[in-house]
């Protein structure tokens, strides 16, 4: 029997990423839409798969639309993907980011506890739980946890949530602990995605610079696409358990700048670049390194995407665009 998931931030990079690797793995996929007046399939569109996703109204901070959206369509697998995803709007929003991701996350599992018991529920979870704590320079399922900005501190209350329902219940739940993962339809407020629209446009000679914060950080940077692969294995072991997905190779802002300015054949980024502190953050994360061993070893995951191919393609994409939108859409 054709087997349904439902999607939370189905209209998120993410969301779009796994929604089409659900159809074409012949899910039926049921994405949580909320009621916005912007339009929201730009990510569904950009992948070519908002015609065969059915959508379900509903808001992780309504929980009778949830208890709707999951008695309507009885999904097999629950994919919480909706979140206040962006670090740097949690210092603004604080109360909202921790409604949503916190206490969004457990409204969710209280209705598939109560009526979709048998679904299994994957939360995204993320590296940002980890702050500044590592384990000779890299993160592991046992490095603890030190969550350094109200993102992360809702976050890591979703992950407990998450294991506690595993374990008080005997439900299939897991987290994804996902390091940056990034793609041609990250969002623009991401540091990786700003970059590399900001490239293109100083290329096609739509503008000379742009401000960024703290450009010493480093991250761990993967493909979306080969990242929303890891969530469905980690949804498909015998075992419920959690896993760091991550590429084990960290960059700097500055390495992300040099690589997209390099690709454009401009050599002198900094020439292009100025500090803004507007970016900057009250609490920083210094750098972060997954180890995914475990992921590789169990799942038999690997990311395939490296980090220059991977600037490189999200600089063609916005070229690209540029180059086909007009003016007013810049
Ligand atoms: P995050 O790791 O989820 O916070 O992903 P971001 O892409 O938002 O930020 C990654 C890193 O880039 C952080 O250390 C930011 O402080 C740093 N950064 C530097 N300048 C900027 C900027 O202008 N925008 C964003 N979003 N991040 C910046």
Redesign the pocket.
């Known amino acids: 029997m054709k087997k349904s998931a439902l999607v939370t931030g189905v209209s998120g990079q993410d969301g779009a990423y796994l929604s089409r690797l659900l159809l074409e793995k012949g899910y039926t996929v049921y994405g949580l839409l909320q009621r916005s007046t912007r339009y929201a399939f730009a990510n569904l569109d950009y992948l070519g798969v908002t015609a065969d996703v059915d959508f379900v109204d509903g808001d992780l901070t309504d929980e009778a639309s949830l208890i709707n959206a999951v008695c309507r369509t009885r999904p097999d697998e629950i994919y919480n993907l909706a979140a206040q995803s962006?670090?740097?709007t949690s210092w603004d929003q604080p109360i909202l980011t921790t409604e949503i991701n916190a206490v969004g996350t457990m409204k969710l599992l209280e209705a598939a506890k109560r009526h979709a018991p048998q679904a299994k529920f994957y939360q995204a979870s993320t590296s940002?739980m980890f702050g500044n704590c590592h384990q000779d320079g890299l993160q592991t399922e046992e490095t603890p946890f030190h969550p350094r900005s109200p993102y992360a501190i809702s976050k890591l209350c979703a992950y407990w949530i998450v294991n506690n329902y595993r374990e008080s219940y005997g439900m299939f739940c897991v987290n994804g602990i996902l390091f940056?993962h990034e793609s041609p339809i990250r969002g623009k407020?991401?540091?990786?995605r700003?970059i590399s629209h900001n490239v293109a446009k100083i290329k096609l000679g739509l503008s000379e610079r742009f401000?960024?914060?703290?450009?010493d950080?480093t991250?761990d940077w993967g493909f979306a696409g080969d990242y929303v692969e890891a969530m469905f294995l980690i949804m498909h072991q015998d075992v419920p358990e959690n896993f760091i997905v991550s590429t084990g190779e960290t960059h700097s802002?500055r390495d992300f700048l040099t690589v997209a300015f390099n690709h454009v054949g401009i050599p002198d980024w900094e020439k292009h670049v100025y500090v803004d502190p507007a970016?900057?953050?009250p609490a920083?994360?210094f750098s972060l390194k997954g180890s995914s061993r475990k992921a590789q070893e169990k799942l038999k995951w690997t990311p395939k995407v490296k980090f220059e191919e991977l600037v490189r393609m999200m600089v063609d994409a916005d070229l690209e665009r540029l180059r086909n939108t007009n003016k007013v859409n810049r």
């Open positions: 962006f670090v740097g940002e940056n407020e991401f540091v990786t700003k401000g960024l914060g703290n450009l950080s991250r802002i970016f900057k953050r920083e994360l």
